[in-house]
């Protein structure tokens, strides 16, 4: 029998940012990533969006700030961002927030892959 596809989600990078600075050994780890790496939810990604993590992640101030976010931390959540995503190569311009422009990127992924959450 064929298994139920799981919901999809679109992560902005404030929530990814979380998930790569928690410490490594897994002590403390959001319900989301979680349910990630338990198949319960695919992310859904495109190359803007990990274009923006990637710039994120490397940032020396913020690795200089957040002690658990070593490169190799950093490179390793890349990974399983794409391990764990629904990749979109095309993704429309359907919708635009104008309070929000930087984020309309998110809401035109979220709407390309029928995301159920927008996070």
């Given at each position: 029998?064929?298994?139920?596809?799981?919901?999809?989600?679109v992560?902005?990078?404030?929530?990814?940012?979380?998930?790569?600075?928690?410490?490594?050994?897994?002590?403390r780890?959001?319900?989301?990533?979680?349910?990630?790496?338990?198949?319960?939810?695919?992310?859904?990604?495109?190359?803007?969006?990990?274009?923006?993590?990637?710039?994120?992640?490397?940032?020396?101030?913020?690795?200089?700030?957040?002690?658990?976010?070593?490169?190799e931390?950093?490179?390793?959540?890349?990974?399983?961002?794409?391990?764990f995503?629904?990749?979109?190569?095309?993704?429309?311009?359907?919708?635009?927030?104008?309070?929000?422009?930087?984020?309309?990127?998110?809401?035109?992924?979220?709407?390309?892959?029928?995301?159920?959450?927008?996070v």
């Open positions: 029998m064929r298994q139920p596809t799981p919901p999809r989600a992560y902005d990078a404030m929530v990814m940012l979380q998930w790569a600075a928690l410490p490594a050994d897994g002590s780890q959001h319900a989301t990533v979680t349910a990630l790496t338990l198949g319960r939810l695919r992310l859904a990604m495109n190359q803007t969006l990990l274009t923006e993590l990637r710039d994120l992640f490397f940032r020396p101030e913020l690795q200089a700030r957040l002690p658990s976010l070593t490169p931390r950093a490179a390793l959540i890349l990974q399983k961002s794409i391990e995503a629904d990749w979109f190569d095309r993704v429309p311009a359907r919708f635009s927030l104008p309070d929000h422009p930087k984020d309309n990127h998110l809401f035109n992924l979220a709407i390309a892959a029928r995301a159920t959450y927008l």
